[in-house]
């Protein structure tokens, strides 16, 4: 079996608390008797994607085994990348392929520099395509930050990923995926989308409630939570198990949470 971890949502914002709930994960993660294979980070790993709020990303996402990431709607695709990635700046897309054993991992840049909302332009799908086609027969995992499909949260269902039966249409031909992964949700969420399991990973920082829940316009985050996280198997017959996991912070913050 494989087993990826999967934290999202880190909204990295200078603050001592957002990177106390990471590190209580990471700590979580690296003194597990069997470590994950590989980590992976679905967006909004900053809170306004400033190179301050990436070099304490950097700082408290440190792993001895993979980790892999990409942006979300909170995230600077220029500063990501040259202070996550140590690559040159630039606003392409921050599309990205990993082999971790007989896993295929693919990363989908669903931001729209500027914007709250998803959406996979024209480049990421010719690169999408051209990546599955140059993939080896093993399971695929696709992640990418937007939810594909309606979620039932008053919050992120006006900013989801637009278009998203171009994406189905995709997936449902290639019976190597095993499953889809996003964040953007703040929740532990299972669906299912063009025929496969869409699983979105709770935030480290904050939970956001469902229709039932929430209350707009004051009654929308939740700081109380402590941080969670998903696990997931991938089996030998392509089967994907997922496991939800929270953290305990046991009530220690260095600072109160937002008012
Ligand atoms: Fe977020
Ligand atoms: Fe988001």
């Given amino acids: 079996m494989i087993l990826a971890a999967q934290l999202s949502d880190t909204h990295f914002d200078l603050s001592a608390r957002n990177t106390e709930r990471v590190e209580a994960v990471m700590g979580y993660l ?36 993979p980790l892999y990431l990409l942006p979300g709607n909170h995230d600077d695709r220029a500063n990501f990348r040259t202070a996550l ?11 990205s392929v990993h082999r971790v054993g007989a896993l295929t991992v693919i990363l989908l840049d669903s931001s729209i520099p500027g914007e709250p909302a998803g959406y996979l332009g024209e ?12 993939a080896p027969d093993g399971p695929i995992l696709v992640a990418l930050h937007h939810p594909p499909k309606h979620v ?9 990923l637009a278009d998203p039966g171009r994406l189905a249409a995709v997936v449902a031909g290639d019976p190597r995926i095993v499953g889809i992964l996003t964040g953007h949700a703040h929740a532990p969420i299972a669906t299912i989308f063009a025929g496969k399991p869409m ?20 009654r929308v985050m939740d700081y109380a939570p402590d941080p969670a996280i998903a696990l997931h198997v991938i089996d030998e017959n ?11 912070m046991s009530g220690l913050l260095s600072e109160p949470p937002p008012a």
């Fill in 238 to 248: 392509f089967g994907l198990t997922t496991h939800f996991r929270s953290v305990a």
């Fill in 123 to 134: 480049d990421t799908f010719d690169w999408l395509r051209a990546t599955l086609a140059a």
């Fill in 152 to 160: 039932f949260s008053p919050v992120v269902d006006v900013i989801a």
């Fill in 30 to 65: 690296a003194d597990l008797p069997r470590k994950p294979d590989v980590i992976l980070v679905t967006g909004d790993i900053t809170d306004s994607g400033t190179p301050e709020q990436y070099a304490q990303a950097r700082l408290a996402l440190r792993a001895d085994i």
């Fill in 85 to 95: 990635l140590d690559e040159p700046a630039s606003t392409t897309p921050v599309n």
């Fill in 199 to 218: 699983i979105t990973c709770p935030s480290t920082a904050s939970v956001l409630g469902g229709e039932w829940e929430v209350t707009l316009p004051h």
